[in-house]
């Protein structure tokens, strides 16, 4: 039997989805059918790129399609005489890529200008804007991307057709009640965007607040009060004695190995100050063990290069050596040692993070890892990860590394040639006390402020709510849409 023999209740039996369709409880003025009864997938035109030209009408293409798309000045223009109406995008379509890399995202057309689309660009229009409405279709699509790219996959490559979109399983409310709900998705999201937005500020706020605070440290402009306070203050130079001192039984010994332009790089301290290397207050240092790990957590954790966070580690994804392996004991890590990272990108590298007593004595280190020992290392290890990991260090650093493809590399003789803006001892106490006590500050900050998977989730929790009707703007006494069904169905029997 034909569509146009069918009764308005045959069709409307078949348009219903069946119960193991209806994915979840709706409104009883609700009604589960398939979205392909309300809404359509048209397909573009293969314009050649022949056609190209300067002036002309916009063809949005798959690259186009790039979230809200509110500028057509970067698209390529065809002449007028190739208009055609089956392929016009108009103001508030949404548009979908159908194939390609970047199958199944979608953008919502809001440019005043008309334009037409290309092949393998979906526009996705509703079948009668009196049964459902634009805005409310457009974050239906929103809320089933997921959903459509897991079935454009299920092929040797993605792709998505007419019908994909079509059969999806689709809640259709009365048509005021799409409507509130898309002003009240609009609004909620919209206010979830500029959360997004103060929230970037802040942590640009953040970051600039950081390196201001690290360029008073290391040049030594934070604790210039506390000098003109204090009475007695031995100098830097006088603290190298000491430790020159204590570096005859030191073993290791560095060549002189600083670049030629680093001078250049360094500034004036203040008098009580000195330039010095690393290697003057550096008692040794070694790369960790090269030995294969395994994934037995009852062996020694073995800390990597991915574990060193900005000054601090992060145990996760660790790899282990058995107890008994002789680099558990040659490869130690003592509380207030240094761990460098030696070779990583050019962003990473160098990264420092000081050993914390809980770490020390139940770790050892890999190979791309540089463990450094420092005399007097209870006073000086925070001071030289705070350095090492600001951006003045950085700056110093950078100039001293080894550039290769794909990554960065510096080597134990670089590190220790690096060069270090030494207060005196009682002055790099002071200094660590207020670097460590504004990280405690910062970082609660960032807590509150690294919320972007919580807002996303908030997103989507919005989406899925707005489509099981519990965004509080049901009204059950509207009449059901069931009724605008019969709208569109009534066509077919006419």
């Known amino acids: 039997m034909s569509k146009n023999n069918k009764t308005i209740e045959e069709l409307l039996n078949e348009a219903i989805a069946p119960e193991d369709k209806q994915l979840y409880e709706v409104p009883e003025n609700w009604v589960w059918t398939k979205f392909g009864k309300v809404a359509k997938l048209y397909n573009g035109y293969a314009f050649k790129s022949t056609d190209y030209q300067e002036e002309g009408i916009p063809v949005i293409r798959i690259s186009d399609i790039t979230g809200e798309i509110n500028s057509i000045q970067k698209a390529v223009k065809v002449p007028s005489q190739l208009y055609n109406e089956r392929f016009l995008v108009r103001k508030g379509d949404l548009l979908i890529a159908m194939s390609g890399a970047t199958t199944g995202k979608t953008g919502v057309y809001n440019s005043d200008e008309i334009a037409l689309q290309n092949q393998r660009v979906g526009n996705i229009k509703e079948i009668n804007q009196q049964v459902l409405y634009p805005k409310f279709k457009n974050y239906y699509v929103f809320n089933n991307s997921k959903e459509i790219l897991k079935n454009a996959y299920g092929g040797a490559q993605p792709n998505i057709s007419g019908s994909l979109i079509e059969q999806l399983s689709f809640p259709l409310p009365p048509l005021k009640e799409q409507k509130r709900i898309a002003e009240k998705v609009e609004r909620l999201l919209n206010k979830i965007e500029e959360a997004k937005q103060l929230i970037e500020e802040a942590k640009e706020t953040l970051e600039l607040r950081r390196a201001a605070i690290l360029d008073k440290a290391f040049h030594g402009e934070l604790t210039r009060k506390w000098r003109q306070r204090s009475t007695v203050i031995s100098p830097a130079k006088k603290w190298m004695e000491e430790i020159n001192s ?249």
């Open 246 to 494: 204590l570096k005859e039984g030191s073993k290791t010994k560095f060549k002189d190995q600083l670049d030629p332009g680093i001078i250049d790089i360094l500034y004036k301290l203040p008098n009580e100050w000195e330039w010095v290397r690393l290697k003057d207050i550096m008692e040794s240092s070694t790369y960790g063990t090269s030995s294969k790990t395994n994934d037995d957590v009852t062996g020694t954790p073995v800390l990597r290069m991915g574990n060193i966070v900005d000054g601090y580690l992060e145990l996760n994804d660790l790899k282990y050596l058995p107890n008994n392996h002789d680099d558990v004991l040659k490869y130690d890590l003592q509380t207030n040692d240094l761990l460098f990272n030696r070779t990583n990108s050019y962003e990473l590298v160098g990264k420092t993070a000081v050993i914390t007593e809980e770490i020390s004595d139940s770790f050892t280190f890999a190979s791309y890892l540089i463990r450094v020992r420092l005399f007097n290392k209870d006073i000086l290890a925070s001071y030289i990860s705070h350095y090492i990991n600001s951006h003045i260090g950085r700056k110093i650093l950078s100039s001293m590394v080894i550039q290769q493809v794909g990554q960065a590399n510096i080597n134990s003789q670089k590190l220790a040639s690096l060069p270090i803006p030494l207060p005196p001892k009682e002055e790099v106490v002071e200094i660590t006390k207020w670097l460590n006590s504004y990280r405690e500050l910062e970082n609660k900050q960032k807590e509150m402020l690294f919320v972007e998977e919580s807002i996303e989730t908030l997103n989507q929790s919005i989406l899925s709510k707005a489509f099981r009707g519990e965004l509080g703007t049901n009204d059950p006494h509207e009449e059901s849409a069931t009724e605008l069904l019969k709208e569109i169905l009534q066509e077919q029997v006419k």
